[in-house]
């Protein structure tokens, strides 16, 4: 009798680790299911918030039509960077990948008001404000992107560090400044050269159409050159350019 007691607690111990094993193995299901569901509506209103204004599309239909052009909006990073499942707070854009993604070869950043280049190991890149120029006006035959357009992206690393030094000092040719680092001006319109080493080099011109009340920008931008993908010696001793 003794013996039949001990196996039938033994069964019944048994059956109740199985009922709460595969218990415990549903409500994980259910909970895997919850998080991925969630996950695909915080992708839909992080869409949202990301959009651009419908007007602004239809203004611009025209322009937009032609390549290598494009709308986007930047959000602040100091309100939104960790918030949202991208990378970067949707404060970062690549021009040549279009995505928020931070790390995808970023080319521009909004925070605290202010437009920056050049975010990783020896990436770096020069900023200029043309002022209220029409974007449409603005071509690799524009006066002030004259520097922008003839420089010569280094290949070693020590001339990379220069440049990253040179453009957060800032340097002037004539009476245009070109940096790392600019006030984001609703109105004005910007040029950009961009080096990502193993990835891009670009020059791109953007319009600010406006800024909204929480910090973002609305980007009007055409991709005017794509030079050719830079490639970094490390180690490697610099050269004139």
């Keep these: 009798m003794k013996r039949y007691v001990l196996l039938s607690a033994a069964l019944l111990s048994t059956l109740v680790l199985n009922v709460g094993a595969s218990a415990q193995t549903d409500e ?3 909970a895997a299911a919850e998080i991925e ?11 949202v918030l ?11 239909a025209e322009f937009l039509a032609r390549p290598r052009t494009g709308l986007v909006r930047l959000l602040p990073r100091e309100k939104w ?7 970067g707070g949707g404060a970062y854009f690549s021009f040549t990948r279009l995505t928020h993604e931070y790390g995808y070869g970023s080319d521009i950043e909004l ?15 020069f900023l200029s404000n043309l002022g209220d120029v029409p974007l449409e006006n603005v071509s690799l035959d ?10 010569r992206t280094p290949a070693p690393e020590k001339g990379a560090r220069e440049q990253q030094r040179r453009a957060s000092e800032g340097f002037k040719e004539g ?14 319109t910007y040029a950009l050269r961009s080096v990502n080493y193993d990835n891009s080099d670009v020059l791109v011109a953007f319009r600010v159409l406006h800024r909204d009340e929480d910090g973002s ?19 490697v001793a610099s050269a004139e350019h």
């Design 81 to 87: 960077d960790g918030k949202l499942s991208t990378r």
């Design 175 to 188: 009476e245009r400044t070109y940096t790392d680092r600019l006030a984001a001006v609703a109105g004005n």
């Design 37 to 47: 569901s969630l996950r695909e509506q915080i992708k839909a209103k992080e869409a």
């Design 28 to 30: 994980r299901a259910r």
């Design 50 to 60: 990301l959009s651009v204004p419908g007007e602004d599309g239809e203004r611009y």
């Design 111 to 125: 925070q605290q008001g202010q437009f920056s280049v050049g975010f990783a190991g020896a990436d770096f890149g």
């Design 142 to 151: 524009t006066e002030a992107l004259k520097p922008l357009v003839e420089f």
């Design 217 to 235: 920008v609305i980007l009007l931008w055409k991709m005017l050159k794509k030079f050719p993908k830079p490639t970094l010696e490390r180690g």
